[in-house]
């Protein structure tokens, strides 16, 4: 089966993307007025709260990793997620879904000057010329099918621009392969935009922060996840805690590289990362994006908070009935979807750096 051209992919969009401005994909999972965000984000605070998973950062954070499933399914979740986010431009790692329809990237950035959010456009940080121009010769692909492909990052840009009227975002899509070239890529483009923000006195945290898209588990025959049956309260119950391990083992104070390896051979097959053994949609998102938050701080480490997980089964969906907002697949004991909220935080304790170009680990 071919890869759809750049034609085919903007006339299956919701909103169509114009040359300045990004549209929108996915106009059934995620809001499309700004009367149903409102509602969403309104919706979102009630209970039942996600039940927290133990100490939170105190202070705004550097970074998150923040579901992009379904707002009535994943709102609380990415809620608490965000709520830490205070910078006003934030970085937004996408889960490359159908990577393979395009050539082999370093990671890839859009052209437009916005993106469409309910709440009114959202300009694209000059921070992305900036550091395009720091990675030479490194290439930096700008592909904007791409990213009219691709819907994680469009409800990480509606969420914080509802919170945020002043945000200004930086989208980027990561490439998919081995974790080498994962953790290289990004450590290399975070530093670059290490040097661009140097250049314009930001900090991190402060001024710019990175927000990695990613849900969690993806269980059902349908998905090809069926490790504990084809479904069923037991196997659900199972693939929790299996996901809930892998944030307190892996994200749960300072995040190492020998971490990192261990958690993306949970997910990968270790001779082949485009096979799952579990199947987290954020595979490569998550180590890119890690490894970009140690180019961005350098001389310290990242320290990691799990602050909840939900599954589209273990708490009912947002109670708001607008369409065309809805749901864009089913959730049962047979097919559900995991939802992780972490936040990451800088110690910059001397010598105390895990991530590190020369101790990449090798494919």
């Known amino acids: 089966m071919s890869a759809p051209s750049p034609e085919e992919i903007s006339a299956a969009m919701a909103i169509s993307s114009t040359h300045r401005m990004r549209g929108l994909k996915d106009g059934i999972g995620f809001p499309t007025t700004a009367e149903a965000m409102a509602a969403v984000y309104a919706a979102s605070a009630l209970p039942p709260e996600p039940a927290p998973f133990g100490p939170v950062p105190l202070g705004p954070a550097i970074g998150a990793i923040a579901p992009h499933d379904d707002f009535l399914y994943a709102g609380r979740v990415l809620r608490r997620a965000l709520e830490r986010i205070e910078a006003n431009t934030v970085v937004i ?26 709440d009114g456009a959202v300009p694209v940080s000059p921070l992305r010329e900036a550091a395009i121009a720091h990675m030479k010769p490194w290439p930096t692909p700008v592909n904007d099918a791409a990213h009219d492909q691709e819907h994680s990052i469009e409800p990480i840009v509606a969420w914080l621009r509802h919170e945020n009227p002043e945000l200004e975002i930086l989208p980027i899509l990561p490439p998919g392969g081995y974790i080498d070239v994962l953790c290289t890529s990004g450590w290399l483009l975070g530093t670059a935009l290490r040097k661009a ?9 402060r001024d710019v922060a990175v927000v990695i898209s990613a849900d969690a588990i993806h269980y059902g025959e349908d998905f090809g996840q069926t490790r504990y049956g084809p479904g069923g309260i037991h196997a659900h119950d199972k693939a929790v805690s299996d996901d809930k391990r892998f944030l307190r083992q892996y994200f749960s104070g300072a995040v190492t590289s020998s971490g990192l390896l261990d958690f993306f051979n949970e997910l990968v097959e270790e001779r082949d990362p485009h096979r799952y053994r579990w199947a987290w949609c954020g595979r490569f998102a998550i180590p890119f ?26 708490a009912p969906p947002l109670d708001v009935a607008m369409p065309p907002l809805g749901f864009t697949g ?34």
């Open 289 to 314: 994006g890690i490894s970009m938050l140690e180019g961005l701080t350098e001389g310290g480490r990242i320290m990691g908070w799990p602050l909840a997980y939900e599954t589209s089964m273990s």
């Open 93 to 118: 790692v996408g889960t490359f879904h159908r990577y393979r329809d395009f050539p082999a990237m370093f990671g890839s950035f859009d052209s437009r000057e916005s993106w469409w959010s309910p």
């Open 330 to 363: 089913p959730a049962s004991y047979e097919h559900f979807v995991g939802y992780p909220a972490v936040a990451f935080t800088f110690d910059p304790s001397k010598g105390a750096g895990e991530i590190r170009l020369a101790d990449r680990p090798k494919s």
């Open 197 to 205: 923000m140097q250049e314009s006195g930001l900090e991190m945290g």
